[in-house]
C-alpha cells in the first residue's frame, strides 16, 4: 500500500535521474557527450498512458510574493471551480480550504505582503508519517496526496502540518468534479491539480495568475524555467528551519 | 353422484382456466433490476466478465492511478459513467426515466442490496462540470 519510503534511496535516485533526464545529454566518456535529441520536456508534455509518474521529477512552485496583487484572489477561484469546491457552510472555519492568502505586515514600517499559502509539497512530509492507515502518501514525482479510499477522517495530519494546508470535508458533497473525487468524512489539501499535471497542464492556480506571479515546474530538471528561476534570485522556503524541503518556494518574502 | 360429478368437472375447468403460478422476477413479488444498456458492445470485458469481477477490476486500477500515477487505464470509474449513465439523468444512479427502476449502477446495486460507496465522493454524473466557489 504505501510506497517506499527510504531516503537515502530517494535521493539517489533523484540526483541518478535528475542526471540523466535534466541535463539531456550523458557523458560516456571525458569530453565526449551523447547529446539527448528531442528530449521529452517534462513540465509540458503529458505522460504517456499506462506509464507510472517518475522520481526522476520533483514538480514544485515557485510564487513572487512581490508580483502577488493585494485584494486579488482569482488563484482562489480558479482552484476551486477546478477542483469543485462550492460548499458554503454555516460555520465558515469549517469550509474547505484548498488555498489562501496570507498578508505578511512588517511591524515596524508597515509594509504588507500577500502570499498565496497551500500545501508545500514537503519531500519528508510529516502528514505522511503521522498518517495511522497510509492514506497521506507521496506520489513518486513529488505531490503529497490523500487517498480517499483509505482515510478515516482522523485529522492527525491536519495537526502535523505545520502550513494549516489540510482541510476536512464536513458535509455530504455532490457537485464534485468528475477528475477530482472529495467527500464527506475525508481530509484533503492541495494536489497541485495532479490530474491536470498528468495531462501535461499546470495547475489551476498558476494558469490563472494575471501577474504571473507562479511558476511550475520539475525541480530536478536544471533547464527548467523554475530551476533557473531558483539558481538565480534568492528563495525562501516557509519555515525552512524544519528541514521538510519544500516543494513550493517564495520568492520576495 | 351426479353432483359430484358437476362439482368435479366445474373444478377441473377452474384450474384448467386459472393462471400458471408465477416465477420469482417475472412481475412477481422481486423486481429484477432494470439494466439498460445505451452502447451495448464496446465494454471493455464481456458482460459475465464485468459482473462479477468489476469491483476487484475497479478497486485495482484505483490503487496504480492515485498511488504510481498511472492514467488511461481501460478499467476507469470515469469511462464507465461516460458509457453507463442515463441518457435522460445523465446519471448512473437515483430514479430511471419514466419511473421504470433505477439507472444503471444503482439498479442492480439496490437489488442485490450491496452498498454503493464509490459516489459518497466520484461524481455520478457524465460531463459534470462543477461550478466552485467565490471565496
Known sequence: MSTPDNNARRKFIAAAGAGVAGLGFTAIAPGLHLMAVGEANAATEARKAGTAASPAVRWGLLIDANKCAPGCTKCIDACHTENGVSEKLPDPRQNSQWIRKIELVDRRNGRKTELPMMCQHCANPPCVDVCPTGASMKRADGIVLVDRHTCIGCRYCMMACPYKARSLVHVPLTEQNPEVPRGQGCVESCTLCVHRVDKGQTPACVESCPEGAMVFGDLNDPSSAIAKRIASVPTTQVRGDLRLDLGVRYQGI | ?135
Not at chain 2, 46 to 68: C, G, I, S, V, W
Not at chain 2, 86 to 101: I, R
Not at chain 2, 120 to 133: I, M, R, S, T
Request: glycine share 8%; proline share 6%; hydrophobic share 40%.
Open chain 2, 1 to 135: 353422484m351426479k353432483l359430484l360429478r358437476i362439482l368435479a368437472t366445474a373444478l377441473t375447468a377452474l384450474i384448467a382456466v386459472s393462471p400458471a403460478p408465477t416465477l420469482a422476477g417475472e412481475g412477481g413479488r422481486t423486481a429484477k433490476p432494470l439494466v439498460e444498456i445505451a452502447n451495448p458492445g464496446k465494454c471493455v470485458a464481456p458482460a459475465e466478465e464485468m459482473r462479477r469481477n468489476h469491483m476487484e477490476m475497479l478497486k485495482h486500477q484505483r490503487d496504480r492511478t492515485l498511488r504510481q500515477g498511472i492514467r488511461g487505464e481501460p478499467a476507469s470509474l470515469n469511462a464507465c459513467i461516460e458509457c453507463h449513465a442515463s441518457k435522460a439523468t445523465g446519471s448512473v444512479l437515483g430514479a430511471a426515466e419514466g419511473g421504470k427502476g433505477r439507472n444503471f449502477c444503482e439498479s442492480c446495486h439496490s437489488y442485490v442490496a450491496v452498498k454503493l460507496d464509490c459516489f459518497e465522493c466520484h461524481q455520478p454524473k457524465a460531463k459534470f462540470k462543477a461550478a466552485g466557489l467565490k471565496p
